[in-house]
């Protein structure tokens, strides 16, 4: 039988390796957003939260006395790396990014939704208000690249008519 507090502690695993994959994406995209200045500044400002947010799961781990799963880093970061390397080759690579960091940050908000759940379920309320605030964050940059995908797809469109670099 599997207690709240043990699926807490796996699912903060997971949340801390999904926040790596996040990092080493964004960090792998954000030299490649140059000729979109506000995508460039919104994932710059999302990447140094993310930073932050890893830091925050990692404390929430050690406050139970766990640490994250250095496997499930390391297999998150190699994903990510891969997403970049595959991504190199479109010619409308930042079209195909914004769709899947859309779709990553949707599955960040549904993972700390659940965190918050499970923390509470546990009686971890510091946990839970921690994932509460990582929540907040992940859905507010959901919703900005939302917001954001109808300029960004004539922008690139624009770049593309008048013979602009659209990638890199």
């Keep these: 039988m599997t207690t709240a507090r043990e699926r807490l502690v796996q699912w903060l695993r997971d ?4 926040e790596e ?26 990447l140094r939260e993310t930073r932050d947010q890893a830091d925050v799961v990692r404390g929430c781990l050690e406050s139970l006395g766990e640490d994250p799963s250095s496997i499930k880093d390391a297999g998150s970061k190699l994903l990510a790396k891969g997403q970049a390397i595959s991504g ?27 965190l918050v759940t499970a923390a509470e379920a546990a009686g971890e309320a510091e946990i839970a208000e921690a994932c509460r605030n990582i929540l907040a ?32």
């Design 15 to 18: 949340a801390h390796a999904m």
């Design 88 to 114: 190199m080759f479109a010619d409308d690579e930042i079209m195909n990014w914004s769709l899947a960091l859309h779709s990553f940050e949707n599955l960040e908000v549904a993972s700390h939704t659940v």
């Design 137 to 168: 964050q992940e859905e507010a940059m959901a919703q900005w690249v939302k917001d954001n995908l109808q300029t960004l797809t004539l922008d690139h469109l624009g770049r593309d008519a008048s013979d602009l670099p659209a990638s890199r």
């Design 21 to 46: 994959q996040a990092e080493t994406m964004l960090k792998g995209h954000l030299d490649r957003v140059k000729h979109y200045p506000q995508f460039e500044a919104r994932v710059g400002e999302h």
